[in-house]
């Protein structure tokens, strides 16, 4: 339960860096963009695996 909670934190903080970034335009922040977008993949797959999985009866 505290690795879920620690990812759904990271993905928030992520999110929120995401949209500050998409917001400037002052100067070029793809390289960044290209940084956090596979990282906040990364974690919203782990949140995928860490979901509980329903077992046929």
């Known amino acids: 339960m505290k690795d879920r909670r620690?990812?759904?934190e990271l993905r928030a903080h992520q999110r929120k860096l995401?949209?500050?970034l998409?917001?400037?335009t002052v100067?070029?922040?793809s390289g960044?963009?290209?940084v956090v977008q596979p990282e906040l993949d990364a974690?919203?797959?782990g949140l995928e695996q860490l979901k509980p999985?329903?077992?046929p009866s």
Do not use: F, G, H, P
Request: proline share 0%; net charge negative.
């Open 6 to 8: 620690a990812l759904d």
């Open 18 to 20: 995401l949209t500050e």
């Open 22 to 24: 998409q917001a400037v």
């Open 27 to 29: 100067i070029d922040v």
């Open 32 to 34: 960044s963009l290209q």
């Open 43 to 45: 974690i919203e797959a």
């Open 53 to 55: 999985r329903l077992v």
